[in-house]
């Protein structure tokens, strides 16, 4: 049995505002017996909609869920993972053990470890335990790491104060007009903003949520407003790089291991207006450019191997950008479980087996919350009607890959400690994956769920674009 | 030639007071033509002092100081390294470079290396262009690097909020009653305080310029007096480990390189009272247990090569404690050129020979700012006529490895930009190498100096203890 821990970054490094549904695929990798530990009870019908299709028992589970902590089971609070209680429950239902998975490398995963006496089950246990996570997940660490492997980054600086930033800047609009500037830790473009000193730019391939445009000698402006928010109150570095502009998104993954960097997969991240519109899995199969395909792994590896040695272990997601010419440079490193795991390596190549022939593609859309799903009952029963879900037959169809967040209603019941407003968007989207043939059908397979759940929806202004 | 500079760590990542005095040990490094980069004009007599002793050419060295910057000279201003009238006046006085070393790796190094057309002659410019040189340099992410590493270090944990170092806190003094606090980025046991719960501890060893009981109970209000100072205003992760009782403080040093990591020299650091008194060196002559030497230079040789595999390239430094039992425990790594360097590199090997027959051993005192010198020129003179000056004969007396700082009123002349007043106390000491033959010899040279200046002392109370 795996001891599978459902959690995310630690607050003490970025407080994100409610995670119970993002953790929940975590599911997706269970194995008959194995133990899961979630900040909340798992939704059941998505429980039993997973093991469904991954051929688990679901009654055969051991799940927990540590005490509330801080965040009332809308966070794992880490330090509810080493509660007494909470470990001699955890002790107790234990057989052996063969590995310890974390979705996020927190220390706390790792006292966990140390307290079950399974360190030697958790790869990486001691570099987790003192604070490894943090580094390997930074975005400003990862630009010096990348530059040392020799691997291509935009040009770009890594500042420490307002004034570096500034001067970073000031060079690079000179040299490109349109930077992003990053916060070192954030995910999902929430801590990119694009800022540009001419016309807008041609970036809705990139994911950041914010978007400035600069007068001109509006550097220092920029900065004495935006330096808290960029350096998270002065507490990370902050990155200043070059938008590569009209530029495809692509990731690829890497299973890091005491004796080697496997590759696992790629993709390619869609965005459009900015946001993330949709991932798709694996690149293999989507036509891209196959010089660009060898780059991308091949320095992606060679990044991994910097992370293996400084002893990071597990899933590792490296993004990058290819720009018009197939150059590919890499943009940041996500050294966790990132949200493709699962979509490839579960619902893609175990599930739907896209390598099989006639071989199939992956896509999983964000689709806008205010989808008049009626839960995932209701969504489930729509689409098999509308003969969208996933027929496993011909291998074609919808896929939940999380479960279907309850509406809120935005008032009294809104979670505490939100650092962004931005990052409520995030909270209720609705994770749908669509196994396809040819773009054509996942095109029809999206429009025709988007113009149901649009119609089904209670707000009238529900409809595309979202 | 090669280009030498004089630099320290960026203002924007730890502010220190006044280095003019301390940088020009860069002076030890020079040879012929070579260019030098200094805060301030260097002191001539030192200049001269050292050039005799390395037998090099003074006038054939290239000075150059770049415009003052914020710090009016007594810090080498990252910024004014790419100032273009300096850049020009830089490139304007070079022949053929083989090599850019700098004392500390700054991104306005590699920028000024970049300008010059230089980044190939300065190891790891790309690395340390992306803020490498923090990375590298951090107390904290030296934990992750060293568990990554197997390689061993106190118990302890890295914490990002006071919430988890007094978590961390509460359990380290359950288990040995006193542990040490430490900034990620200061230096010479000022970013060090060691707290106790019991009495105090036997912990003269230890670089730490603070000391702290605590009541029962009183973690958490140690925390929330002490967070601002230990993370740098939140600035920078924190480090709480376990105080080593009755250790002995050891460094072993490497040169890394693409190809290798070359270990060059260890040796001891002697702390009187909490402060480093002297350190010494070569270690291999100062009747070490041969099986601590070995494990740590082998345990640092591993470390060394972490800091390889992410791209530093340069002189390195691993500090660490050898315990009752002969049990090593790293500290931490200062990846840039050290205060030990120079004197074993060029005083020790080059001008002393310390290997040759009959072997000698050279300690550098840290000897008190009273001391009535009468300046560089007097000094020099009283250690000549008492018998004390360095005798190239028989390899033994007095070196001089930094220049004497001019006498503080601690008036309105005190440098501005002071963070700790702690730091003060590291302007004006007096820095003095002992070449000798027997501990006797040592303590007899040491003695003699002590009872002149002292007497000469325009400061009643300048007796020892200091």
């Known amino acids: 049995m795996r001891i599978l821990i459902g959690n995310h970054i630690d607050d003490s490094i970025r407080l994100k505002s409610d995670m119970a549904s993002a953790v929940q695929r975590i599911l997706w990798f269970a194995a008959d017996g194995d133990l899961v530990v979630l900040p909340a009870p798992p939704d059941e019908d998505f429980l039993h909609y997973v093991t469904a299709l991954t051929g688990v028992d679901a009654a055969t589970l051991r799940i927990h869920v540590p005490p509330p902590g801080r965040f009332e089971h809308r966070l794992l609070d880490p330090r509810t993972l080493t509660d007494p209680g909470f470990v001699r429950a955890v002790a107790a239902d234990l057989d052996e053990v063969s590995e310890v998975f974390a979705l996020w490398p927190s220390p706390q995963v790792a006292r966990?470890?140390?307290?079950?006496?399974?360190?030697?089950?958790?790869?990486?246990?001691?570099?987790?335990?003192?604070?490894?996570?943090?580094?390997?997940?930074?975005?400003?660490?990862?630009?010096?790491?990348?530059?040392g492997a020799g691997v291509a980054t935009a040009p770009g600086a890594v500042c420490h104060t307002a004034e570096e930033a500034a001067q970073a800047m000031t060079?690079?609009?000179?040299?490109?007009?349109?930077?992003?500037?990053?916060?070192?830790?954030n995910g999902s473009g929430n801590g990119n903003e694009i800022v540009f000193a001419g016309d807008a730019p041609a970036s809705g391939h990139v994911g950041a949520r914010h978007l400035r445009r600069l007068g001109p000698g509006a550097v220092e402006r920029y900065w004495s407003e935006r330096w808290a928010w960029a350096s998270a109150e002065g507490r990370f570095p902050v990155v200043v790089e070059c938008l590569v502009p009209d530029a495809e998104s692509l990731f690829t993954e890497y299973l890091v291991s005491d004796d080697a960097v496997l590759p696992t997969e790629c993709g390619v991240l869609s965005y459009v207006g900015r946001r993330l519109d949709h991932q798709s899995v694996p690149l293999r199969h989507l036509g891209v450019d196959p010089a660009v395909l060898e780059s991308l792994v091949t320095q992606g590896a060679r990044l991994a191997q910097v992370y293996r040695a400084i002893g990071y272990r597990g899933f590792m997601s490296a993004d990058a950008v290819a720009d018009?010419?197939?150059?590919?440079?890499?943009?940041?490193?996500?050294?966790?479980?990132?949200?493709?795991?699962?979509?490839?390596?579960?619902?893609?190549?175990?599930?739907?087996?896209?390598?099989?022939?006639?071989?199939?593609?992956?896509?999983?859309?964000?689709?806008?919350?205010?989808?008049?799903?009626?839960?995932?009952?209701?969504?489930?029963?729509?689409?098999?009607?509308?003969?969208?879900?996933?027929?496993?037959a011909r291998r074609i169809g919808a896929i939940l890959s999380a479960p279907i967040p309850a509406p809120r209603d935005g008032g009294p019941g809104e979670p505490a400690g939100l650092t962004q407003p931005a990052e409520l968007a995030e909270l209720a989207e609705i994770m749908v994956c669509l196994a396809y043939d040819t773009e054509e059908t996942r095109d029809k397979l999206y429009e025709r769920l988007d113009r149901e759940f649009a119609a089904q929806s209670a707000d009238p202004s529900c409809r595309p674009p979202y």
């Open 112 to 147: 966990l470890a140390s307290e079950l006496g399974l360190s030697h089950r958790l790869p990486g246990a001691a570099f987790t335990r003192q604070g490894g996570g943090e580094l390997a997940n930074s975005k400003a660490h990862f630009r010096a790491l990348a530059a």
């Open 171 to 185: 060079g690079l609009l000179a040299r490109t007009g349109a930077v992003v500037v990053k916060q070192a830790h």
């Open 324 to 392: 018009q010419a197939g150059v590919v440079r890499f943009t940041e490193m996500n050294a966790h479980v990132s949200g493709s795991v699962h979509i490839y390596d579960v619902i893609a190549n175990r599930i739907v087996g896209v390598s099989a022939q006639p071989r199939r593609t992956v896509a999983e859309y964000a689709a806008p919350a205010c989808w008049g799903t009626g839960g995932m009952r209701g969504f489930l029963a729509t689409a098999q009607a509308i003969g969208c879900h996933y027929d496993p």
